[in-house]
């Protein structure tokens, strides 16, 4: 009989997941029900030979990133220490998607930067204009070309576990390729000249930094689904939000058209941004439909 191993969990393709032991890469899969298995989770596993392996054991996670609609729960990555929203001016950038990743750090417990790829676009200025708010809220604004100078993001980087999100064509891989040359992911280039469609990436996957530290790309998101939050984790997940809370007229203001609600007075002097108020109603109306 094999001895158990422990493992981190790499990649996930479909019911197969590739876990890094120090005896090696196992292809393995789950007892059972597939399922509840995160990029990067740490797990035992029972070697079956030389390069196969079951999962017997996820171990406790210290986070957990994932989006869920309301017929599915997507996970992302566990034991993540930071993650980087990319966002870019081609293509044209989602507000609203920002904030939900954003929304989704914050109820994970985990740090967020918000990187600003493609610097060498003479459309960058007018983004970093309109994204500058949200540094003053706490987000780290990192503005670079992946296809010139990463090196912005090492410190960031260095000893950690992070991960890439945004929407697809950001840059996301060109950023892995840059930092971790033999990563070699495919990118939109390649992508287009085989035809194979939208979106480059398809899988979440972990690659190990030169120094240090890992870094997980991530297919490139169009929705995320926060049906997990309920109202006052919503409230939380809004850091300007919070020094208002108990200030409006009723104790149970949803913030949406109540009176006297200190929130939509903040909005109405800007000192809040409508944009993240939109983001914040959007998420409020979703979380009160039916869950199947
Ligand atoms: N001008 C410019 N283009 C860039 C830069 N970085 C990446 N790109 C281009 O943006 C396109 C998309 O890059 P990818 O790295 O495939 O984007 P992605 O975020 O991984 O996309 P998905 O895998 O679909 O989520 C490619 O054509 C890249 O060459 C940059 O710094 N400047
Ligand atoms: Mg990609
Ligand atoms: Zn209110």
């Known amino acids: 009989m094999t001895a158990r191993q422990a493992g981190r969990v790499v990649a996930i393709h479909g019911s197969h997941f590739l876990v890094e032991t120090t005896a090696g890469v196992f ?17 035992e596993i029972k070697p079956t030979g030389a390069t196969g392996a079951v999962i017997e054991q996820t171990l406790p996670r210290t986070n957990l990133l994932y989006r869920s609609d309301r017929f599915r729960v997507k996970l992302l990555a566990a034991n993540v220490d930071r993650i980087f929203i990319v966002t870019a001016a081609v293509p044209s950038p989602n507000p609203d998607l920002l ?7 914050e109820a994970a417990g985990i740090p967020a930067c918000i990187v600003v790829n493609k610097t060498d676009l003479p459309e ?10 949200y540094e003053a809220l706490g987000y780290p604004l990192l503005a670079l070309a992946a296809k010139q100078d990463v090196t912005a993001m090492l410190p960031w980087l260095a000893g950690k576990t992070s991960i890439l999100i945004g929407a697809s064509g950001v840059g996301k891989s060109t950023l892995i390729n840059r930092l971790i040359p033999e990563a070699e992911i495919a990118t939109r280039e390649i992508s287009e000249a085989l035809d194979t469609g939208k979106h480059t990436t ?19 998101m169009q929705e995320f689904g926060l049906q997990h939050l309920d109202s006052a984790g919503l409230q939380a997940a809004f850091p300007e939000f919070r020094p208002l809370i108990g200030q409006c007229r ?8 109540e009176p006297g609600c200190a929130i939509l007075a ?6 809040i941004m409508a944009e993240r108020w ?3 109603v959007a998420l409020l109306h979703e979380l009160d439909a039916p869950k199947y």
């Open 124 to 133: 960058t200025a007018a983004l970093l204009a309109r994204l500058l708010p």
């Open 266 to 271: 903040a909005v109405a002097t800007g000192q």
């Open 99 to 105: 904030n939900r990743c954003l929304i989704a750090a």
């Open 278 to 280: 939109r983001s914040y």
């Open 250 to 257: 009723f104790y149970n203001c949803r913030h949406f058209k």
């Open 27 to 43: 292809d393995c899969v789950t007892r059972g029900k597939k399922g509840g298995i995160a990029c990067n989770d740490q797990v």
């Open 202 to 220: 398809t899988h979440t996957r972990l690659y190990h930094l030169p120094n240090g530290g890992n870094l997980i790309d991530s297919p490139g």
